[in-house]
């Protein structure tokens, strides 16, 4: 495997960015794909300019390539242009697995999350899907990771968490009972990295999780102690007032919360089990709270 290409698209994001230093360190060849010709990407790694919304573009990222890593999207907590869900977490994907097929790439390996939907999701797990069936479609052997909430050096919601936590009250979608699976961004790129291997997760959805679900005030309270602070205040706000609020703050360029963050937090983030990594990938991943007491945030 160490003479072909993987190609890693969304380089330049949170796991994107220690994926492709993940796999140059392991010796593997990497492509990093990302939309500027000047972004930085991991040492070691040949840049390749490409963009989802550009067919042309991902047919040069994927010649002579024989896996990819799909890590580019645009999240649930980035404000998107109207339509954006659709055209790049759906058709963007499409035609990257179309792409892919086209260059005989041998896998494509794709990151999406834990099925939130509900019965009608809304426009961002829409996307999400519909993304999906279109890779799935395109003929490439295919696996979709489904990690759920990462923390881990930069994480955007940890980020966010300990933004919130710093002022003197904390809002609350919902009851704050809703659970997370949070999971550290280098066991999701351990666990990716295997899935390089073997046939057995071809044609799979594999959930990542870590050993804990942790409810959202009691992460708060952990995102607080962390940052020095006694007690972490919160207001708790019905979901149906918050979804408006995000709503109505899209007029905002930067929104401190998006209609689809919102979306993907009202339910909880959990696998179908607690063992499930260590099941599949042989690997205990490391757990929140002891990872926070051991490393601090790493914001
Ligand atoms: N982070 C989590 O906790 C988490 C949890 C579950 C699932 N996931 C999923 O994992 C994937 C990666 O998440 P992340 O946290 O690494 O996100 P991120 O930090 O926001 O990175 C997104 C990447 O996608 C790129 N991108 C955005 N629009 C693009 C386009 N039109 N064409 C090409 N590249 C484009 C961005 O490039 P620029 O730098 O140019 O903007 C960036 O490199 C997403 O699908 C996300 O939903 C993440």
Redesign the pocket.
């Known amino acids: 495997m160490s003479d072909a290409i993987v190609l890693v698209?969304?380089?330049?994001?949170?796991?994107?960015?220690?994926l492709t230093r993940r796999l140059v360190d392991a010796g593997l060849r990497v492509r990093a794909?990302?939309?500027?010709d000047t972004?930085a990407v991991a040492p070691g790694a040949e840049l390749v300019v490409?963009?989802?919304?550009?067919p042309a573009s991902l047919e040069r990222a994927c010649a002579g390539v024989s896996a990819v890593f799909?890590?580019?999207?645009?999240?649930?907590?980035?404000k998107a242009p109207p339509g954006g869900y659709d055209?790049?977490?759906a058709e963007?994907i499409g035609a990257l697995a179309q792409a892919a097929t086209k260059a005989g790439v041998q896998r494509l390996i794709?990151?999406?999350?834990?099925d939130v939907a509900g019965a009608k999701p809304g426009p961002y797990l829409a996307g999400?899907r519909r993304g999906e069936e279109l890779l799935k479609a395109a003929g490439v052997p295919w696996t979709i990771?489904?990690?759920?909430?990462?923390?881990g050096p930069?994480?955007?919601?940890i980020r966010a968490m300990a933004g919130l936590v710093k002022g003197a009250l904390v809002p609350v979608a919902g009851n704050g009972r809703t659970r997370i699976q949070l999971?550290h961004?280098d066991d999701?790129c351990r666990a990716a990295q295997d899935c390089l291997v073997g046939d057995a997760r071809l044609g799979r959805y594999v959930e990542?999780g870590g050993p804990e679900a942790i409810e959202f005030d009691r992460i708060l309270d952990i995102i607080g102690g962390a940052l020095g602070k006694a007690r972490v205040r919160k207001v708790h706000a019905p979901l149906i007032v918050v979804r408006a609020q995000a709503r109505l703050l899209q007029v905002l360029k930067n929104p401190p919360v998006t209609p689809a963050a919102v979306e993907?937090l009202e339910r909880d983030?959990v696998a179908a089990s607690l063992e499930g990594v260590e099941r599949e990938f042989g690997f205990r991943p490391v757990g929140f709270v002891e990872h926070v007491a051991a490393h601090g945030l790493e914001l």
């Open positions: 698209t969304g380089a330049t994001g949170f796991i994107g960015s220690r794909m990302a939309r500027s972004a490409g963009d989802l919304s550009d799909s890590c580019a999207a645009i999240t649930g907590d980035r055209a790049i977490n963007g794709h990151f999406g999350g834990i999400r990771l489904q990690p759920s909430v990462q923390f930069g994480s955007p919601f999971i961004v999701v990542l993907l983030n």
